[in-house]
């Protein structure tokens, strides 16, 4: 922490930390530590960034790093910061809601292509306050200017958006390609019998395939381009639909005022009950049919099984 409270990494991203009285003031800076730590992570992977190879690079000693970034830690956060500022921000459009929220998209899937690395660095309360999170936080909103909603719900969307894109980078990097004796494998145990809606899916491959191959100017791909799409016809339509009403609960005027709504309230619970039993009839019904049919299989299984060994048996004799 700083005398005034402030998150002491945080003053460093805004660049009102002081820097220290003695050192190689010349050649050392933060954002030129942080630019050096990234450029060892974005050719080597995280593990690789230490205070000592950082150091190295500038041809100083780690003592001498240490008088600008006080641990490893701070380091990570300057650097998941600083990877969102070469971003181009400006260029989101703000005169369609939806096309500059797919941009401003873009623009997250791309920092997470380009610098991976930043999918294994925790996020904390002191990134909301980051110089250049705020500025890629400002650009999405910019982008929802004709977004007929509240600015609350704006920052809604851009968090469900922000969501939606870490997630989905984080399993593209995750994801293998899998053996073909490996796929032949899960073909023959995912039978339709046990996962009757994904086994079309695992027959046709669709299962075990790549992520799609994007065009060359699109960063998002079309799995993440069909989700956020997805997720932006919800916001569409709630924007549409307007507020929702905002329920009054004023003390009833009079005792029958509050009797009545008493009774509201128990027949709204009775009526609930009633439509849940009825659907736990319905789902007795279907548990039966179904029971039914699977016998049906069984029994039809069995007299296959059966007529197979007797047309073998006699084959054989």
Partial sequence: MTEDGMPRTVA?????????????KRELSHEGIVDAAIEI???EGLDAVTMQRVAASFGFTTMALYRYIASKDELHRLMLDAALRTEDVGGVPDDDWR????????????C????????????DSDLLIMPNNMRVVDAGLRALRTLP?????????????????????????EITGYSSATVAAIREVATAARFPHLAPLVASGAYFGAPQEAAPDDDLGPDLRFALETFLDGVAARAAAGPPPVAVDA???????????????WRDAVATRKATEQRVKELHRREAEAQRARDAAK??????????RQRAREQGG
């Fill in 99 to 110: 096309a500059g929220l797919l941009a401003w998209a873009g623009l997250l899937a791309g």
């Fill in 299 to 308: 029994e039809l299984m069995r007299a296959a099984e059966k007529l197979e």
């Fill in 112 to 123: 997470y292509r380009r610098h991976p690395w930043v999918l294994e660095l925790p996020v």
């Fill in 251 to 265: 003390a009833p005027a009079s005792p029958r005022e509050a009797y009545e709504r008493a009774e509201g309230a």
């Fill in 12 to 24: 460093v991203a805004w660049g009102v930390a002081e820097f220290p009285q003695r050192g190689p």
């Fill in 149 to 173: 909603t509240s600015p609350e719900e704006k920052l809604g969307v851009i968090v469900g958006c922000t969501v939606l894109v870490r997630g989905f980078a984080g399993v593209m990097d």
């Fill in 41 to 43: 992570a974005d050719a």
